[in-house]
């Protein structure tokens, strides 16, 4: 048998990360539309703002729980998040969406079409969302490959602050190898199916940098409410 | 300017830090 690597958590055995990232995934977060209001383009845009926020505090709870995450300084987990927010709201709406064909599930109970995008005026944005999707579903991407995938997203999220940057990589090496062990367990018939994966972040860092453009000319128009922390992770980026 | 002035200067974001401190029971 190959011999087992150990990572400097500890000794985590290298399915363990998979493991644990499964069973930190947050369920997801409902929009819960109110029907007596008449469907606009404010509407819409509301209740995509309100989803961001409440499932940005779930992420951020979900971030604790990141093997070797929780052992950053605070001020290195804070840049982290302030840099790759974007992508980890980006890459749950996709992996929720993956069942579906040329819909975006931004909520179980909130899935947009391409007349409802165009109302919202988020046509280009989820078309560019829509891509992802369809590069996902063509390489038949496994949960299990999401929620490691969706790590290496934050840990990789290129911050300009970062200050312990051995802290980082070592995070990010413990989640690319155990993407890599995963695969060369999972997938005998695919060597490069990590690189495939991994190959996927560019195409995230587009989608996700041309989703904050979006939303950040929605805050200075002014017209549609958005809360605090939103608000305030826009401003960071 | 002094070197840490050549630091980029960290955006202030208490939303984040008072979401990154709670304890898991608060944030569900």
């Known amino acids: 048998l190959p011999q087992k690597r150990t990572f400097p958590l500890g000794g985590l055995v290298e399915n363990k990360v998979v493991s644990l990232l499964l069973v930190a995934e947050p369920e997801s977060i409902f929009a819960m539309p109110d029907p007596t209001v008449p469907d606009s383009d404010i509407k819409a845009l509301t209740i995509l703002c309100d989803l961001a926020d409440r499932e940005l505090v779930v992420n951020i709870g979900w971030a604790k729980h990141i093997p070797g995450f929780p052992s950053l300084s605070l001020a290195d987990q804070m840049s982290l998040l302030q840099s790759g927010w974007m992508e980890i709201l980006v890459l749950r709406v996709v992996f929720r969406s993956l069942a579906l064909e040329d819909k975006l599930v931004y909520a179980e109970d909130y899935i947009m079409d391409e007349e409802q995008s165009k109302l919202a005026g988020v046509l280009d944005l989820n078309n560019a969302i829509l891509q992802l999707v369809k590069k996902y579903k063509a390489m038949r991407i496994e949960k299990e490959e999401f929620v490691v995938v969706k790590a290496i997203a934050l840990a990789n999220s290129d911050s300009m602050q970062i200050e312990d940057v051995e802290a980082v990589q070592r995070l990010q090496d413990v989640l690319h190898g155990a993407l890599q062990d995963y695969e060369s367990a999972q997938h005998t018939e695919d060597p490069r199916r990590a690189g495939k994966i991994i190959m996927t972040l560019p195409l995230l860092r587009q989608t996700a940098a041309r989703a904050v453009q979006h939303f950040c000319s929605i805050k200075q128009e002014g017209r549609v409410p958005m809360h605090k922390l939103f608000l305030e992770l826009l401003e960071a980026k | ?28």
Do not use: F, H, M, N
Request: glycine share 4%; proline share 7%; net charge positive.
């Open chain 2, 1 to 28: 300017g002094c070197p840490q002035q050549s630091r980029l200067v960290r955006r202030p974001c208490t939303e984040l830090l008072k979401y990154l401190t709670a304890t898991d029971d608060i944030l569900l």
